[in-house]
């Protein structure tokens, strides 16, 4: 079944811990993006990528970093986790060609506790 | 700064027709999402509206005037499965999404 698949489902991590979380789609999309969902506030954006090989900062990009080796995959890795990161972190995808086609598909999302 | 409102919760009852207002200010406007967020899910998309009017999509209609920086979703008959929040996102000149809060609709018997 074409969509995103995001791993780990929940994970419980000590501070100062790295931690990689997982993207993986299989629709050819070009563009990918890593959201944090807080209770109260809207979907924020981490970092996104236009096209493989390229990376952009979002909204709130401090203690986070991507990378995009290829199309279908968009790590994003906390370096040295903090219990501020505690959050859901979803990633999603688009064709962004403009207009209709920039409609984003989330993955299912992973929890994230920082202890 | 660019900024999405919406209200912060709402309660209809099953069978009934209830309406998601939206407005926006943004930095350009090159189109209006609705998301569906069921609670512990990720949010599933359920219109586009780059045109003022109206869009409709079975039980869900979407408006949007773009002179008012505003939006509505409308859904009718109302059932129990669509307890969940509702978001609305704008995509700007830059081709981000902004999103609001969203709006979580508590459906009642």
């Known amino acids: 079944i074409a969509g995103i698949t995001q791993a780990p489902t929940s994970q419980i991590l000590a501070a100062g811990r790295r931690m990689t979380l997982r993207c993986t789609q299989d629709?050819?999309?070009?563009?990918m993006y890593w959201y944090r969902q807080d209770l109260g506030l809207g979907l924020r954006l981490i970092h996104y990528?236009?096209?493989?090989?390229?990376?952009g900062k979002g909204e709130v990009p401090d203690g986070y970093s991507v990378s995009r080796a290829n199309t279908d995959d968009f790590p994003l890795t906390l370096a040295s986790a903090v219990p501020s990161q505690t959050s859901v972190y979803f990633c999603?995808?688009?064709?962004?060609?403009?207009?209709?086609?920039?409609?984003?598909?989330f993955g299912p999302g992973t929890r994230l506790t920082v202890l | 700064g660019q900024n999405i409102d919406q209200p912060t919760e709402m309660t209809a009852t099953e069978g009934a027709i209830v309406q998601i207002n939206c407005t926006y200010q943004t930095s350009g406007f090159n189109g209006l999402f609705w998301y569906q967020q069921h609670a512990g899910e990720a949010p599933t998309f359920l219109s586009y509206?780059?045109l003022d009017g109206l869009e409709e999509k079975g039980r869900f209609s979407s408006f949007l005037s773009r002179s008012k920086g505003y939006s509505y979703l409308l859904l009718k008959e109302l059932q129990m499965k669509d307890s969940a929040s509702y978001l609305c996102?704008?995509?700007?000149?830059?081709?981000?999404?902004?999103w609001g809060a969203g709006t979580k609709l508590i459906i009642k018997p």
């Open positions: 999603a995808s688009s064709d962004a060609r403009g207009g209709g086609t920039d409609t984003q598909y």
């Open positions: 509206n780059v």
């Open positions: 629709m050819r999309h070009n563009a």
């Open positions: 996102a704008v995509l700007d000149s830059n081709y981000q999404l902004i």
């Open positions: 990528s236009n096209t493989a090989g390229t990376t």
